[in-house]
């Protein structure tokens, strides 16, 4: 993978993550402090959507698919670590949410995290002989 590629995928990951945090500052209490089913629904739309996006990212940046797994990585450690950063401070960060409801955030997180990981990893064993 050329340098400009890892530096473009940490940079949008960083822009992702801060997107996403804004988003969750806002509209954080109605998405997590609600009913079951609107949680369920939006914790799966937003694996979904993380997995998407990943998968647009990478073959919009013709990334080849031996390196996906390199690419979903440098995709999602700014967002990694921003995260570790936001939820220790979670009141400063996103105040409109509850402190009980840090633990349905993070698993949205540890959820959308973990796909985008999944989907770099298959595509890139599924590429190798």
Same mark, same amino acid.
């Not at 995928?9 to 509209?27: C, D, H, K, P, S």
């Not at 955030?105 to 990893?121: P, R, T």
């Given at each position: 993978?050329?340098?400009?590629?890892?530096?473009?995928?940490?940079?949008?990951?960083?822009?992702?993550?801060?997107?996403?945090?804004?988003?969750?500052?806002?509209?954080?209490? =109605?998405? *997590?402090?609600?009913?079951?089913?609107?949680?369920?629904?939006?914790? $799966?739309? &937003?694996?979904?959507?993380? %997995?998407?996006?990943?998968?647009?990212?990478?073959?919009?940046?013709?990334?080849?698919?031996?390196?996906?797994?390199?690419?979903?990585?440098?995709?999602?450690?700014?967002?990694?670590?921003?995260?570790? =950063?936001? *939820?220790?401070?979670?009141?400063?960060?996103?105040?409109?949410?509850? $402190?009980? &409801?840090?633990?349905?955030? %993070?698993?949205?997180?540890?959820?959308?995290?973990?796909?985008?990981?999944?989907?770099?990893?298959?595509?890139?064993?599924?590429?190798?002989?």
């Amino acid at each position: 993978m050329k340098r400009n590629d890892v530096a473009f995928l940490l940079v949008l990951g960083f822009v992702i993550w801060l997107v996403g945090t804004i988003y969750y500052a806002y509209r954080g209490p =109605v998405i *997590l402090e609600t009913t079951k089913i609107r949680y369920w629904g939006a914790f $799966a739309l &937003s694996s979904t959507i993380s %997995g998407v996006l990943c998968i647009g990212i990478l073959r919009w940046r013709h990334i080849a698919p031996t390196n996906w797994a390199l690419a979903a990585l440098l995709l999602v450690l700014p967002g990694m670590v921003g995260e570790v =950063v936001a *939820l220790s401070n979670l009141s400063t960060f996103i105040p409109n949410l509850h $402190a009980t &409801s840090a633990g349905k955030y %993070g698993a949205f997180l540890f959820a959308s995290y973990a796909f985008v990981l999944a989907i770099g990893a298959a595509v890139t064993l599924r590429a190798r002989p």
